[in-house]
């Protein structure tokens, strides 16, 4: 489960860097760098777990954090340009 939530992650990431390229988002290289700061906290825990330690608290609970303070704080910053472009297209 935890290769599949990684494989997600990383689809889910690579399409909305594209999005915000394409809207011309200005802080686009901060926003993939949280992203990969991520993705790489999720791999080392999928490392862990596969050497046979128990990490589903600590992912879950890193989801929970992670997942609402990226998309309050860090997402919804972005919303204004992104309805900007797409009102021009
Ligand atoms: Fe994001």
Not at 4 to 30: C, K, N, R, S, W
Not at 65 to 79: A, E, N, P
């Amino acid at each position: 489960m935890i290769g599949q939530l990684v494989d997600y992650t990383v689809q889910h990431f690579a399409g909305e860097e594209a999005m915000l390229e394409g809207a011309g988002y200005p802080l686009i290289e901060q926003h993939k760098a949280i992203h990969r700061r991520f993705v790489d906290k999720v791999s080392q825990m999928q490392a862990r777990h596969e050497m046979g330690v128990d990490t589903t608290d600590e992912l879950l609970k890193m989801l929970e954090v992670w997942l609402f303070s990226h998309i309050l704080h860090h997402d919804h910053g972005y919303v204004k340009v992104v309805k900007a472009s797409l009102a021009q297209h």
